[in-house]
């Protein structure tokens, strides 16, 4: 079974500290890999794509890793800010003929200022 | 440009009653998903539909159908509504398969 793990559940930094957060996927055959940021009550804002033969991907003070051997993804951020956060999603897409992603539990990010 | 649009943005219902939820995605786009978000459950894949034809279907009972028509607009209907069926509902879209993927703000359903 396809399935995608985030640890930890939550996390709390003071503003300023660089951070990972962690994906983990049971199926290596990945097509692509995305994560996202939700505020609460709202949609997701998508922040990275990784397709499967990349390593990683960067966007301003964000870089996101993929490593399908070890079926895991990172996503780094760095300089923390009070408006980081969010609850960090990632998906996971296996490919065929569907864009349908498998997303983690999520980690629920805080940073204090 | 613009991005995706979900209508109604929320909705009050009654059990037994039925619901459409229609989303507006991003121009050029043809692939429209929907998802379901519950504290519980977290974000369960409901359809895909692209170029008005249902590509993959989850795990959700009958009452939960789709549609997608020729501007790319898609509706999602559920009927019968019950209690469990309380939750976020968001729709996402791209240009197809393998393209990163863009939401919407959701549409909150509540079942009373």
């Known amino acids: 079974k396809q399935e995608v793990t985030q640890i930890p559940a939550a996390l709390s930094v003071p503003e300023g500290e660089n951070l990972v957060l962690n994906c983990s996927f049971t199926d290596s055959a990945i097509y692509n890999l995305q994560w996202f940021r939700q505020d609460p009550g709202k949609g997701l804002t998508s922040l990275l794509l990784?397709?499967?033969?990349?390593r990683e991907q960067t966007s301003g003070r964000l870089n996101a890793s993929l490593d399908k051997s070890s079926g895991r993804s990172t996503l780094y951020i760095a300089a923390s800010q009070p408006g980081d956060s969010a609850t960090y999603l990632c998906?996971?897409?296996?490919?065929?003929?569907?864009?349908?992603?498998?997303f983690g539990t999520g980690t629920l990010l805080a940073v204090q200022p | 440009k613009a991005g995706v649009t979900q209508t109604p943005r929320y909705l009050i219902k009654t059990r037994g009653q039925q619901v459409t939820l229609s989303c507006s995605p991003i121009s050029g786009h043809r692939s429209v998903s929907w998802y379901q978000q519950t504290p519980g459950q977290g974000l369960q894949f409901l359809f895909e539909?692209?170029?008005?034809?249902?590509?993959n279907k989850g795990n959700f009972p009958g009452r939960f159908s789709g549609r997608q028509f020729s501007n790319s607009r898609s509706e999602m209907n559920v009927s019968t509504l019950e209690l469990g069926d309380s939750a976020l509902y968001l729709c996402a879209s791209s240009r197809d398969r393998g393209h990163e993927q863009y939401f919407g703000p959701g549409t909150r359903l509540t079942v009373t």
């Open positions: 998906a996971a897409s296996y490919g065929g003929a569907t864009n349908k992603l498998i």
């Open positions: 539909y692209f170029s008005e034809t249902q590509r």
């Open positions: 990784i397709q499967s033969s990349q």
